[in-house]
C-alpha cells in the first residue's frame, strides 16, 4: 500500500493541488475577514471534477495555511488574519515594532509548521484511539472547558487585573446578543432583527484589532511618524531562522503546544482559536519570565502558532475514524467528502485506505511546504511593516470592509466592525485589553448553552450527574488550578525572593 499511496501523491493533479492549496491559504489567511472556513467553502465546487485524492488534499492544504497566514499581518501590523491568530498578535507586533519583525515571522513560520507535522503524524499513526477521546465529552464537559478557558483572561489582563476581567465580562456580555439559546427570545437586539443571529466573532475581532490599530496609526501620522517603525531599516537585518539557545528555549513550548493542540482539535466545536489561547496562557505559566508576554516574548509566538495549526490535524482525527467534525472547517471538509463517496469510518482506513493515507501524508507534506515557502518569502513580506502608513491604513480599511462584509454579505457586519473599531480604539486609550474582550464573545456563548444543556441532562442532580463523570472532574480541577495559581505563583515567588534576602544578609 506505501507504494501505491505515494504513487498517487506523486502525480500531478495531487502535486499541483498541494502547491495551489498552499499558496491559496496563506493568501486568504493573511487577508483580514477570509478565513480559512470561507476557503474551503469556495473550493468545494472546484474539487467537483477532481479526484478524491486531489480534491482532499487541496482542501486540507489549505485549511491548514490558511491558519498560518492569519499570523503573518497579526505579527507584522497587528492584524490577525484569521480569530486563531489572536494570540500571536500579542508579542509578535511588539517584536516587529522592536526591529525584530522578519525573526517574528519566522518563529511563527517554524512553530506553525512544526505543530501541523506533528499533527500530521498523530493523524496518521494514532487517530482511531485519540478520536475516542470526543466521544467521552458532553455539555458537562464543554462548559468546564469553556470556564477553564475563561480562566486565561487573568494571564491576559495586563497591567491591572481588575481591567483584565472588566474586558472580559464586556465581551461575554457582548456574546449575549441574539437570541436565548433555549427559549429563542431576542436578547439586547434593541428591535434591530440583524442582531437577531447575534454580533459575530470576525467582524468584530477586525475592529478591535485592525480598525483601532488604524486609529492608532492616523494619530502617530498626525504626531509626524509615517511608518510602523522608529528604524526602519532595522527591520531587514538579521534572520528569519531563530539561534541555536532560542530554539532550544521554544522547543519544550512547541511540544507541550502541540498536543494542547491536537486534544482541543479533537473536540468538536472548541477550534483553533481556543487552541491558540489555551496554549498560550499555560506558556505563560510555565515559563521563568511571564511579564515578558505581551511584549515580544518568542515562546507566546511559539505557543499560539504550535497549538492553532496542531488544532488543524487534531480536527481531521475524529472526522475521518468518526464522521465527527472538529472544528467548522472540518465540517465543510466532511460535505466535500461525502460528494467524492468517502464514508468516514473503518472502511476509510481499509477498503479505501491508499485514498485515506494520501490525504493524511498530503496534509503532512503541506505543512512542511508551508514552512519551506514561509521562511523563503519572509524577508520580502516582512517589508509590510515599512510601507507608509498613509498607504498602508487605506488599505487595511479597504481589506476589513470586504473581509467583514464577505462573511454573510451584509453591510451591519461592516457597521458592527466600526463600530468595535472605535471601542477598541478608547479601550487601548484607556489602558484595557482587547483579548480578553475575544476570549469572552468565544467562550461565553460556548459556556452558557452547555451548562443550561447539562442542567437538562442533570435532571435536577447536578451533583450526582457531576461525579459519575469522570473526565468532567479533571476539567473542574483544571479550573480551580487555573484560578488559584497565579496568587500561589505570587506567593511562591515572595518566597523565593525573600529566602535570596536571606542568603545575601547572612554573606
Known amino acids: 500500500m506505501i507504494g501505491e499511496v505515494i504513487g498517487i501523491l506523486l502525480t500531478p ?77 500579542l508579542d509578535g507586533y511588539p517584536m516587529t515594532k522592536q526591529g525584530q519583525g522578519l525573526k517574528a515571522i519566522g518563529i511563527a513560520t517554524i512553530c506553525s509548521m512544526i505543530g501541523g507535522s506533528v499533527s500530521a503524524i498523530a493523524l496518521l499513526f494514532i487517530a482511531p484511539p485519540l478520536s475516542r477521546v470526543s466521544l467521552l465529552f458532553s455539555s458537562l464537559e464543554y462548559f468546564l472547558l469553556a470556564l477553564f478557558g475563561l480562566t486565561i483572561i487573568g494571564s491576559l489582563a495586563g497591567d491591572s487585573m481588575i481591567k483584565g476581567l472588566m474586558s472580559g465580562c464586556l465581551g461575554m456580555l457582548i456574546g449575549c446578543v441574539g437570541l436565548d439559546i433555549m427559549n429563542g427570545s431576542p436578547r439586547f437586539t434593541f428591535g434591530i432583527i440583524e442582531l437577531e443571529s447575534g454580533i459575530k466573532l470576525i467582524p468584530a475581532m477586525i475592529g478591535l484589532f485592525s480598525i483601532s490599530q488604524v486609529m492608532f496609526g492616523v494619530e502617530d501620522m498626525v504626531k ?46 472548541a477550534g483553533a482559536d481556543i487552541g491558540s489561547w489555551v496554549a498560550y496562557n499555560s506558556a505563560k505559566k510555565r515559563s521563568k519570565h511571564p511579564e515578558k508576554f505581551g511584549h515580544g516574548a518568542i515562546e507566546g509566538i511559539a505557543a499560539s502558532e504550535s497549538a492553532n495549526n496542531a488544532v488543524t490535524g487534531g480536527a481531521l482525527i475524529p472526522l475521518l475514524t468518526l464522521g465527527i467534525p472538529g472544528s467548522a472547517v472540518s465540517a465543510i471538509m466532511l460535505g466535500g467528502m461525502m460528494i467524492k463517496g468517502l464514508v468516514p469510518g473503518y472502511d476509510l482506513f481499509t477498503k479505501q485506505g491508499n485514498i485515506t493515507y494520501t490525504i493524511i501524508l498530503g496534509f503532512l507534506f503541506a505543512n512542511i511546504l508551508m514552512g519551506v515557502i ?59 485589553a482587547t483579548a480578553p474582550i475575544v476570549l469572552g464573545m468565544i467562550l461565553g456563548p460556548m459556556a452558557e448553552q452547555n451548562w443550561r444543556q447539562a442542567l437538562m441532562f442533570s435532571r435536577g442532580d447536578m451533583l450526582g450527574y457531576f461525579i459519575s463523570r469522570p473526565v468532567s472532574i479533571v476539567l473542574a480541577l483544571m479550573v480551580v488550578f487555573g484560578l488559584f495559581s497565579p496568587m500561589l505563583s505570587k506567593f511562591f515567588n515572595k518566597k523565593a525572593t525573600g529566602n535570596q534576602m536571606e542568603v545575601s544578609a547572612d554573606d
Do not use: H, N, W
Open 374 to 432: 514561509g521562511l523563503l518569502i519572509s524577508k520580502q513580506i516582512v517589508k509590510i511593516s515599512i510601507v507608509p502608513m498613509a498607504i498602508l491604513s487605506p488599505i487595511i480599511v479597504a481589506l476589513s470592509a470586504i473581509g467583514a462584509y464577505a462573511i454573510s454579505s451584509s453591510m451591519i457586519d461592516v457597521y458592527i466592525m466600526c463600530i468595535f473599531g472605535v471601542i477598541g480604539y478608547f479601550v487601548r486609550k484607556f489602558g484595557f
Open 13 to 89: 493533479e495531487v502535486l499541483i493541488a498541494l502547491v495551489v492549496g498552499v499558496l491559496g491559504g496563506m493568501i486568504v489567511g493573511a487577508l483580514p475577514g477570509l478565513s480559512a472556513s470561507m476557503a474551503v467553502a469556495l473550493l468545494i465546487p472546484v474539487t467537483f471534477k477532481m479526484s478524491p485524492a486531489a480534491g482532499m488534499v487541496l482542501l486540507a492544504s489549505v485549511y491548514t495555511s490558511a491558519i498560518y497566514g492569519g499570523s503573518i499581518t497579526a505579527c507584522l501590523i497587528a492584524t490577525p488574519g484569521t480569530p486563531s491568530s489572536a494570540a500571536t498578535a
Open 224 to 269: 509626524g511618524k509615517k511608518v510602523i517603525l522608529d528604524d526602519p531599516d532595522s527591520l531587514l537585518k538579521g534572520s528569519p531562522l531563530p539561534t541555536r539557545a532560542e530554539m532550544k528555549q521554544m522547543l519544550p513550548t512547541i511540544g507541550i503546544s502541540s498536543i494542547i493542540g491536537i486534544l482541543i482539535g479533537i473536540m468538536p466545536g
